[in-house]
């Protein structure tokens, strides 16, 4: 098996899962489009004239400056689609030449990832499922296709229907944006999460009509789910969130410690299902997907993060056996993979371990070090 990782320098799930596969004796290459082409070259080759006895169409060459290692596109029998960041222009550039060479390598990205798209191999997740995947309201509508719930959802940017819809729901309402964001300001972090709306936030008609986002009723929680599907395989985790003294109302916007409570979950068999049909309308082999679960019992679909993050479940809770079971299933190239839920031969705290022995405990450390069997090409 050779694998190519499409991420970034500081993605530790692609570096986790690299490491198992690596141990398996699989070839494992990175592809990082975050430092692309600012950090380093990439140049496609393709030999061959149609037609011509012995000649080979199909033999396309990938080289990356970084790392000076060449490999054969026809040997790559798996892409994982971890993270994939458009490039920047660089700021040395003339301002007038920096639009023209921003498109031309976003284009070469697109068109890499399109050559690769055009022979048969293993994808997770295959290009157009998850371009079609990243958009909320297709979601929202097959979710409903396939037999789950979904709150209430207005989608808009006239400030009429929102406040209308706001007072529909006795002003208990909150936004979600179409795709999330987090920025750098006054040597800050932020990131956009699930808030709660009031009438005074509503004020404002260019804040709301110049930024379309998701609103829906502030749902009553008794806990969330985590629920992570890889081929035909489900596992759920419960997010005790409201236990929490922290952001009841987006679990994300708090700290990923034992302190909040995580644990396996047994779904029922009709959620299960629909997860499954869900992820096959769309076209997908792995997502990860979010449900409120309400006093009354009634499992409300939030959404499928089609490259959600899964790792830091099992860094909570070692009973979610996450890592071993992604190995798994890249190993097994197969859409309808179904986990043997053995021991786990990979723990992502064995990997962390690891990494201690070495001196890598910092995400970014190992681009100082040499790396085997790496080569560098992120949502």
Same mark, same amino acid.
């Given at each position: 098996?050779?694998?190519?990782? /499409?991420?970034? $320098? ?7 899962v690299a490491w198992a596969l690596e141990s398996e004796g699989e070839t494992v290459h990175f592809w990082y489009t975050h430092d692309f082409p600012q950090k380093h070259g990439v140049s496609l080759r393709v030999d061959g004239r149609g037609g011509e006895a012995g000649a080979d169409p199909a033999n396309v060459s990938m080289h990356c400056a970084r790392h000076h290692r060449d490999f054969a596109v026809r040997d790559i029998d798996t892409v994982w689609l971890r993270r994939w ?41 295959? /290009? ?22 979904? $709150? ?6 006239? $400030? ?132 409120? /679960? ?86």
């Open positions: 098996m050779t694998i190519l990782i /499409v991420s970034d $320098p500081w993605d530790i799930h692609a570096r986790a960041y458009l490039p920047q222009a660089s700021p040395d550039l003339h301002p007038a030449d920096v639009r023209f060479a921003q498109t031309e390598a976003n284009e070469f990205i697109r068109a890499t990832v399109g050559l690769l798209d055009e022979s048969p191999r293993f994808w997770i997740n295959p /290009v157009a499922a998850k371009a079609r995947a990243d958009r909320k309201a297709a979601q929202l509508k097959i979710a409903v296709d396939v037999g789950l719930t979904t $709150p209430s959802t207005l989608i808009s940017n006239d $400030p009429t229907a929102i406040r209308a819809f706001f007072h529909e729901h006795d002003g208990k309402l909150i936004y979600k944006p179409m795709t999330g964001a987090s920025w750098v300001s006054d040597e800050k972090s932020l990131a956009t999460y699930t808030s709660a709306i009031s009438e005074e936030l509503l004020a404002n008609d260019a804040s709301l009509s110049n930024a379309p986002g998701i609103y829906q009723p502030l749902l009553d929680k008794s806990y969330e789910l985590r629920v992570t599907v890889m081929g035909r395989t489900v596992i759920a985790a419960q997010i005790k969130s409201q236990n929490s003294s922290g952001y009841l109302i987006d679990w994300r916007a708090n700290d990923f410690s034992e302190a909040m409570g995580y644990e396996r979950y047994p779904l029922p068999e009709a959620i299960e299902r629909g997860c499954l049909a869900l992820l096959e309308r769309l076209g997908l082999v792995f997502g990860c997907i979010d449900f409120v /679960v309400t006093p009354q019992g009634e499992y409300m679909f939030l959404e499928v993060n089609e490259m959600g993050q899964f790792l830091w479940l099992e860094g909570v809770n070692p009973e979610l056996p996450l890592l071993d079971c992604f190995v798994r299933f890249a190993q097994s190239r197969d859409p309808n993979f179904v986990y043997d839920w053995r021991t786990p031969l990979y723990r992502y705290r064995e990997y962390w371990d690891s990494m201690k022995e070495r001196g890598d405990v910092d995400p970014a450390a190992h681009l100082h070090l040499p790396l085997p069997r790496t080569f560098e090409m992120r949502e």
